[in-house]
């Protein structure tokens, strides 16, 4: 049995609350998952400070898991490279001077491949919309980011399954009716071309888990909800907890809880996993 601890949309600086996130670094000290995977958004404004708590929080989950980050569109500084225009890598400066200088890691545990993807890469002429709220939000694949992952989980060790790691949701979400992604239908058969069991996201401040059927074999995508005052709809915060077995893949929501100043257990789902 493989353990993840998925959240996503930290936000640390304004956004952020210190009772929620403390609560979190307990769980993860406590239950010790094989994995805490962090979607993307560690920060609000993209700035050193927010970072740098960031960075402790990440610290002090590597003492008892295996981490991998990526990097969520509030990460980048898009103004400084806005169309392409200007150099690319001053856009995640001060995440790749706190976080990483990898923006894509892969991580090989037993009993699964793990692949980050780069989803939150400015604003480019790709990720242009007619709608002006979707300037720095939308996110993009290239087809080179799909080659890589194809070629780490063809590396994995037969039977592991394949995890994607990435910020913006394939899905649309069910309160704000919107994809995090353009090109949702390529990205998908995509990731079922390659085999991709389960998907780890975040961006749109929901919770949710879906699964999309293929022919060949289904995928698991698990939405984490943000840790922040900023969830949609006025829900409460909440993290995912999933278990990957031979056969299948469990996800447990674990929601807010004012009351007991906790993340308690709420929604489960269990999905027959296929096995190629």
Not at 149 to 155: L, M
Request: charged letters at 25%.
């Amino acid at each position: 049995m493989t353990t993840i601890f998925h959240v996503s949309d930290l936000h640390f600086g304004r956004p952020a609350v210190p009772a929620q996130i403390e609560a979190i670094e307990e769980l993860i000290q406590t239950d010790k998952f094989d994995l805490v995977a962090i979607s993307g958004d560690l920060s609000q404004r993209s700035r050193a400070g927010e970072f740098q708590r960031a960075q402790v929080f990440i610290r002090d989950a590597e003492k008892v898991s295996r981490v991998i980050v990526v990097p969520g569109n509030h990460d980048v500084k898009w103004w400084r490279a806005p169309l392409g225009v200007g150099d690319q890598s001053r856009m995640y400066d001060n995440y790749m001077q706190f976080i990483s200088t990898d923006l894509e890691p892969v991580l090989r545990l037993p009993g699964a491949t793990v692949v980050g993807l780069n989803t939150s890469q400015g604003v480019t002429p790709r990720t242009l919309t007619w709608n002006v709220r979707d300037i720095s939000i939308i996110g993009d694949l290239r087809p080179s980011q799909f080659e890589k992952a194809d070629k780490a989980f063809s590396t994995g060790e037969p039977g592991n399954a394949k995890v994607i790691v990435m910020h913006h949701n394939p899905v649309k979400g069910e309160l704000s009716q919107r994809h995090g992604l353009k090109r949702t239908k390529k990205i998908l058969g995509a990731f079922a071309a390659m085999g991709v069991d389960l998907i780890l996201c975040g961006h749109d401040h929901q919770e949710s888990v879906h699964y999309i059927e293929h022919t060949r074999k289904g995928t698991v995508i698990s939405t984490a909800g943000t840790v922040s005052n900023r969830s949609r709809g006025g829900r409460p915060s909440s993290v995912n907890e999933i278990e990957i077995g031979p056969k299948t893949i469990d996800v447990t929501t674990r929601i807010w809880s004012s009351e007991k100043k906790t993340f308690v257990h709420g929604p489960h789902r269990c999905f027959e996993r296929s096995v190629a």
